[in-house]
């Protein structure tokens, strides 16, 4: 079941562009190569989220905000939305902020790559940037300033607090990755941003298999080179934030994820973002400690817009035993 | 003097400074510098082998000396340095 299914059984009444369709349910592919010295009963799989329209994982809680406050008059009366992004729930907003007709102003660090900052002023959004020295935390409290100065203008979206980021992975990456895996998701794999990913998906999946587990991972330390990903104990905490399920995260670090952001592409042809190479680390330091199981995470964007970073993409890497042939 | 600005992850092993004043004709100088005054962030920002991390960035007024001559990149009196985070960096808060 897609968001928009959900959407339209309970209200048929919402105008919808047809992009929204095309949110979620995206492939769950199996890693290969990467999972050649883990225990034969143990698989490992990833939701390949670039495949959603704004081209990440965003796409989902994005989607969900803006339906709800379209739902609830926030929306569709005038007013901009507004929130703090690091990129990818930008591009995912001013995407069908674009769609729908509903103007978008962003709160970005000036540091965003090049990339993310040409996608968001292609697809019209206005963006504030903010001191680069303060990261995503500094962007965070510049949308809480202008939202109180201009209640008239704005519609804050405040994705680290509200419900329906977590609520479009109950709703919808949950549902997905139990029927991808015929119930058989015996570990679930997620990193900490706004903690939304974990938080939903978490939730629906212990709710319909109670002996799940669900392992949520965050950068090593508080100066770190994993995009979207945020160090809770140095962080602005999300009010969405669940402590109780987290427990403890596992802890990546930037160069064990740029490693494997390598390994992917040239291993499994997965050409993915640097969160992405972190979720995979976790995952399989998770899945090497299992006899059996089926460990599932979420790859939340591709690798085009770290293409700036060179040094990143020409690291040497080469499989150390050639693989060839099986399934693509 | 060169003025090196901390982000704010950073500020935790500089005594909560944002800025640092420190000496030296190049990047590398004025890394070894704060690394001097303040031991405790140089595995942050330097690697086992001593390369500077891949995602440390420095910017020279509006350059990132990734586009420069890296760590050789020559700085002169009054130019300010920034050491900027990734872009999800926390706010000790």
Known sequence: MTLLDFRLTESNTIPLDSLAFHVGDTPLLPLRRLSRSLSPRTRVFVKAEWFNPGGSVKDRPALNIIQNAILHGDLGNGKR???????????????????????????????????????????????????????SDGAILKARELAAERPDLYWYANQYNNDANWQAHYLSTGPEIIRQTNGQVTHFVAGLGTSGTFTGTSRYLLEQLPDVNVIAFQPDAP???????????????????????????????????????????????????????AAVVAALQVASELDEGVVVTVLPDAGYKYLSDKKLWEQDWSPTSPDVGGDV | ??????????????????EVTVGGVKISDALNDL???????????????????????????????????????????GDKVMLIPSIAGGRTS
């Not at chain 1, 709160?107 to 697809?123: D, G, M, N, Q, Y």
């Not at chain 1, 100066?223 to 402590?243: N, Q, R, T, V």
Request: aromatic letters at 6%.
């Open chain 1, 223 to 277: 100066f770190h080179g994993l995009e979207g990903l945020k160090h809770m104990p140095s962080a602005i905490k999300p009010g969405i934030y669940d402590e109780s399920m987290v427990g403890t995260p596992l802890e990546v670090r930037t160069e064990a994820a740029h490693e494997m952001v390598i390994r992917l592409a040239r291993e499994e042809g997965l050409f993915v973002g640097i969160s992405s190479g």
């Open chain 2, 35 to 77: 690394t001097t005054q303040f031991p405790a962030i140089k595995p942050h920002l330097f690697n086992e082998s001593g390369e500077l991390r891949p995602f440390v960035n420095l910017f020279v007024g509006e350059h990132n000396i990734k586009d420069l001559q890296g760590v050789d990149t020559p700085i002169k009196d």
């Open chain 2, 1 to 18: 003097m060169t003025t090196l600005r901390i982000p704010t992850p950073l500020r935790t092993y500089t005594g909560g400074k944002s």
């Open chain 1, 81 to 135: 939305l507004l929130d703090s992004t690091s990129g990818n729930m930008g591009i995912s907003y001013a995407t069908f902020g674009a769609a729908l007709g509903i103007p978008v102003t962003l709160a970005v660090p000036a540091s965003a790559s090049s990339e993310r900052i040409s996608i968001l002023k292609a697809l019209g959004a206005e963006l504030i940037l903010t001191d680069p020295l303060e990261g």
